[in-house]
């Protein structure tokens, strides 16, 4: 009986042992080195001896500058190990990561149930994904680069809402950017910039991420929307957005360029506030106007004699004289003799040089022959000497007696 107990014993032991060696997680990494930004694969794999039930957890880890992303449905199988038949259920994660060198991914929970058997009792299971290494590595040249996209090919499009151009204070205009790429998914892709000048804000909308992934492919996409406020008039330029990402294909950095926008915008319309501050002066420009449009009649009549006092008509007749004199113009300059003589009152005479130059004139116009090539240098120099006398003749100091104000 000894023999017997001491047989079953060892044969639990060795079933036991068996049983450990067959770990419920495993973790595999195909390749363990990847650009930066590039998506590097890894498999989980859960084992259970009945079917699985239910959805399995993963509690993945928050890495800072680290994008971990579970790809998929998980697909079941079987294998046999130690004896025994498991049933496997792999899944498939992504992990895309913008720091360059050594990486240690920790351990992560993972929780999940199976039946005991393949009719027992559901079971649940608590248990550790294994740690893992691997290395990441910066493409040369793109050390000053920030965010940094690895994939083959990049196709980036853009559509306005309205279109750019002549636009009102406080305009808004929306900004829709699309990004395409192969082997990355939407959420690793790199944000729109939001540079902008003074004057315009922007607001970033919800990024929306609508990957298409089959078996570890991605065709990943990204879609935002960016909202500009203009609060500036004039002419606001929004800077050329560049993409950089790196082709591990071809390895060499690629970009693509969004080209700058313009827009003009008008003035703000003025506000309650402008209109207080302004109202006493449209108030007043508002009076003056009605009366100006009541007394139009007067106003022009004091507007043409304060032209007569500026400028009275014997200042007039002489200047046209003078003219007349200037072109050799006989008939001219006697019409204009006649005009300034008429000006000067009825008790005017002219003195010696200027009468005779007049008789000149009127001598060479009414003889019964005229002579021709009159020339009018004599007669101005003669009304230029006579205006220049009577105006010495004028006392700056004179002044006009006024009247007694009480008699």
Same mark, same amino acid.
Do not use: M
């Given at each position: 009986m000894k023999i017997l107990s001491w047989l079953l014993i060892a044969t639990l032991a060795l079933s036991l042992e068996a049983r450990a060696e067959v770990a419920p997680v495993s973790v595999r990494v195909p390749k363990a080195e990847a650009w930066t930004g590039q998506g590097l694969f890894f498999f989980v794999e859960l084992r259970t001896e009945g079917p699985f039930a239910g959805t399995a957890s993963f509690a993945l880890p928050n890495l800072p500058?680290?994008?971990?992303?579970?790809?998929?449905?998980?697909?079941?199988?079987?294998?046999?190990?130690?004896?025994?038949?498991?049933?496997? =259920?792999t899944h498939e994660f992504a992990l895309f990561s913008q720091k360059a060198g050594p990486f240690d991914m920790p351990t992560f929970p993972v929780r999940f149930a199976s039946h005991e058997g393949y009719t027992g009792p559901v079971?649940?299971?608590?248990?550790?994904?294994?740690?893992?290494?691997?290395?990441? @590595?910066?493409p040369p040249g793109a050390e000053k680069l920030g965010f940094l996209v690895t994939t083959e090919s990049l196709d980036i499009t853009e559509t306005w809402e309205p279109q750019p151009g002549l636009a009102k204070f406080g305009a808004v205009f929306k900004r829709t950017i699309m990004q395409r790429a192969s082997g990355i998914p939407g959420m690793a892709l790199a944000p729109a910039p939001t540079a902008a000048p003074e004057g315009?804000?922007?607001?970033?909308?919800?990024?929306?991420t609508p990957d298409k992934s089959e078996r570890g492919f991605f065709l990943g996409e990204r879609r935002e929307t960016l909202t500009y406020l203009l609060q500036k008039p004039g002419t606001l330029t929004l800077p050329a957005l560049?993409?950089?990402w790196w082709n591990p294909k071809s390895e060499q950095l690629q970009s693509t360029t969004?080209?700058?926008?313009?827009?003009?915008?008008? *003035?703000?319309p003025l506000s309650w506030a402008d209109i207080g501050n302004a109202w006493p002066w449209l108030s007043a420009l508002a009076i003056f106007g009605g009366l100006a449009a009541w007394q139009r009649r007067r106003i022009a009549e004091w507007a043409r004699?304060?032209?007569?006092? /500026?400028?009275?008509?014997?200042?007039?007749?002489?200047?046209?004289?003078?003219?007349?004199? *200037? @072109?050799?113009?006989?008939?001219?300059?006697?019409r204009a003799w006649m005009v300034w003589r008429n000006a000067q *009152?009825?008790?005017?005479?002219?003195?010696?040089? /200027?009468?005779?130059?007049?008789?000149?004139? =009127?001598?060479? /116009?009414?003889?019964?022959?005229?002579? @021709? *090539?009159?020339?009018?240098?004599?007669?101005?120099?003669?009304? @230029?000497?006579?205006?220049?006398?009577?105006?010495?003749?004028?006392?700056?100091?004179?002044?006009?007696? /006024?009247?007694?104000?009480?008699?």
């Open positions: 500058g680290v994008l971990v992303l579970k790809i998929g449905s998980p697909v079941v199988s079987s294998e046999a190990a130690e004896g025994r038949s498991w049933i496997v =259920q079971r649940e299971t608590q248990a550790e994904v294994p740690s893992w290494q691997a290395e990441i @590595r910066r315009v804000r922007v607001y970033v909308g919800t990024v929306e560049a993409f950089t969004l080209p700058s926008v313009s827009f003009k915008v008008a *003035g703000p004699q304060g032209l007569k006092t /500026l400028n009275p008509p014997d200042r007039v007749a002489a200047r046209r004289l003078l003219r007349a004199c *200037g @072109r050799n113009d006989a008939v001219a300059a006697e *009152g009825a008790g005017f005479e002219p003195d010696s040089g /200027l009468a005779a130059a007049v008789l000149d004139l =009127q001598a060479r /116009l009414f003889r019964p022959a005229p002579s @021709r *090539g009159w020339q009018g240098e004599a007669l101005a120099r003669a009304l @230029r000497e006579h205006l220049d006398a009577a105006t010495d003749r004028r006392s700056p100091q004179e002044t006009v007696a /006024l009247p007694p104000l009480n008699p």
